[in-house]
């Protein structure tokens, strides 16, 4: 039995391999926007599911040793494909770059580990909707991206929506934490403008390899300052976590590589429905009136904006 059923595994991998190359045939054919934000939704949904095995990690660890490990099993994860192409295949041209990228991000994640313990999931995401207008605003201003007005109106809409959701818990009890949370907004846009700038002249898989190193190197020495050892169940977690992580941030720097950044961020705003379904499927966090009124309004632009970007711009009259 053994033997047939290695052999019918066998015979299934021609067709399996043919669907492959079909589907990936027909994704080709789309067009470079449409591409960018499917990479983009992937990123989206790989990032909630992260996000929420890293809250339930920040609130039995501390917050920077849940930062390192996050990162260094990100880096194992990645260690096979290295070896396996060589760690020439990996140098990059611009290691100042990376560290510099590394930095930033290191930066930003402080901020998220330390406020994320005392934020629901959806509200954490939720806030995290103003980094677009800080990403779009400086792909127009640093690379020069054509700002069409559809999307400033998108995420515009996009950011209303967030301020329906966020405008209660400020004057609520741990505002403080969701105006630290809200901080980490233009830090992370500033990562995400200098990953736009690497994917220049660097492949997708090297910066996600160099950004696990260098938040890796960078978050060590807070870490071992209120070190405690895992338990099993927190080792495995932080397995997916390094296998989330580093999935997320390909789809991610896939759907930089292929589209204007500033499009991408559209359909960022989905992630909320992603986070609410999570967080209340966890952590038994019921989203709150704002969170589904505003959960609508972005939904609403996110659908909105892909339908036009699908498109493309109108086509300009010739006097």
């Known amino acids: 039995m053994a033997v047939q059923d290695g052999g019918s595994l066998r015979a299934k991998r021609p067709m399996l391999m043919r669907h492959a190359l079909l589907w990936h045939k027909r994704a080709s054919r789309l067009d470079p926007v449409v591409r960018g934000l499917l990479w983009s939704v992937m990123a989206g949904l790989t990032f909630a599911v992260l996000n929420a095995l890293m809250r339930g990690l920040a609130l039995q660890l501390d917050p920077f040793q849940t930062q390192f490990l996050r990162y260094l099993f990100g880096l194992l994860v990645m260690l096979p494909l290295v070896l396996r192409a060589g760690l020439a295949a990996y140098r990059p041209r611009n290691i100042a770059g ?42 127009a201003l640093v690379f020069g991206e054509k700002m069409r007005w559809e999307r400033w109106l998108a995420a515009l809409i996009g950011l209303a929506g967030v301020l329906i959701v966020v405008a209660p818990k400020l004057s609520a009890t741990g505002g403080g ?63 997916a976590c390094g296998i989330l992580g580093s999935a997320g941030h390909y789809f991610l720097t896939r759907s930089f590589s292929i589209a204007d950044i500033s499009a991408t961020q559209s359909v960022k705003f989905l992630d909320l429905v992603w986070a609410s379904l999570l967080g209340w499927l966890i952590f038994t966090d019921r989203p709150s009136q704002s969170t589904l009124i505003g959960g609508v309004v972005i939904c609403a632009s996110t659908i909105w904006i892909a339908r036009r970007e699908a498109r493309g711009p109108a086509p300009q009259k010739i006097a």
């Not at 990376?98 to 806030?127: K, N, Y």
């Open 98 to 139: 990376q560290f510099a990228r590394g930095a930033v991000h290191s930066f930003g994640l402080a901020l998220w580990f330390i406020a994320v313990p005392h934020i629901t999931l959806a509200d954490t995401t939720a806030i995290g909707f103003t980094g677009p207008i800080f990403i779009m605003i400086g792909a």
């Open 177 to 239: 934490y969701s105006l630290l949370m809200l901080a980490t907004a233009p830090v992370f846009a500033a990562s995400f403008l200098i990953t736009k700038g690497l994917t220049r002249y660097e492949r997708p898989a090297v910066i996600v390899l160099w950004q696990s190193i260098t938040v890796t190197v960078i978050s060590l020495p807070l870490a071992l300052i209120a070190w405690r050892a895992p338990t099993a169940a927190q080792w495995l977690a932080f397995l």
